[in-house]
């Protein structure tokens, strides 16, 4: 990888100055070799319209899952709603349709997803499709398809398209050789899932084809994220956004995994604003192109503490499951995200008080937190 990199700088040293004085990319991509689906490396399609005055033209894929729909609102007040295309191979539910433009794309499907990247002059790709940790373990050949098949149509489309592409990876990429107290950006890697797996895949081929192709690759590693007014969708930490719901609604929560298993957790309101953050951020300040992201850690005894000082009959009982306290036992306790803060600003606003305060009022146990204060 250095090896490209000092080769791509001799020959950009090597290159004559655009005489617009317009930017050009940090590596010169067309000279280190062709594009990755036997396109000519030379094809006129790279001459991208964007400029940093232009708002961008936003595609998500996989939009309907826990995370999509919140970026989509939080793109859309920034660059307008009819800028950002939500995608998924869901129906979306009524109020999803009416709130802005919703697409059915598969990523499984590259000519689709290349048709809708053409016709709709897309400059920003946020990659969310996956199958997460727990449905993967039951489903590996589907999570290698979804996860990997699909990362592959992503990139390459991107890389021909010039597109700016954000690809989450995930807590799951570390595994039980990493150390986990904290886990820096940069250490020992080898997952045991096969959405760890294929999380890590995404983190190298993202940076190779930033190096080789010059694409304008962009990640950060989320913990897991809690969030009050969409589903988790089938992972390890689903136990964090379920309890509110099991909270409010019953005042009992019989969790998954053991009480005293420490995991990094965030309020999606941070996860969605750091990931706006990292695209706007200027190319030049990220000096890695995947970051650990942190807010708080805690144990679901922990949790359970906090949401009792609002909820005094609040009652939570232990049934392990063995496949998620197995994936959650070799995930990090806690994460070093100081590059991130470095780099770019990065900084969370919410720690384990105010995410409990916030997801009970929003659960609509406001009443219940008010006569506990
Ligand atoms: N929610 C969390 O706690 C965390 C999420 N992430 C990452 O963030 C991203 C979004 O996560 P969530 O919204 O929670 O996931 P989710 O599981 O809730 O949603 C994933 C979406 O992908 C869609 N999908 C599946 N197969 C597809 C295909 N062939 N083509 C197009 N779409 C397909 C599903 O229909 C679903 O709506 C994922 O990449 C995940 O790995 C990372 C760390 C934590
Ligand atoms: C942390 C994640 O990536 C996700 N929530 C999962 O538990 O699989």
Redesign the pocket.
Known sequence: MPVIRTLSQAVGRMLPKPACGCRTSAVPVRFLGSSPRQIPADANFHSITFSETDHPRVLITGGLGQLGVGLANLLRKRFGKDNVILSDIRKPPNHIFHSGPFIYSDILDYKNLREIVVNNRITWLFHYSAL???VGEANVSLARAVNITGLHNVLDIATEHGLRLFVPS???AFGPTSPRDPTPDLCIQRPRTI?GVSKVHAELMGEYYYYRYGLDFRCLR????ISADSQ?GG????YAVQIFHSAAKNGRFECNLKPSTKLPMMYIDDCLRATLEVMEAPAKSLSMRTYNINAMSFTPKELAQEVLKHVPEFQITYNVDSVRQAIADSWPMNFDDSNARKDWGWKHDFDLPELVTTMLNLHGSGARVAQAN
């Open positions: 997460l940790s727990a995930t807590i799951g959405y989320y913990p897991g994220i988790p992972g390890t930490t689903d």
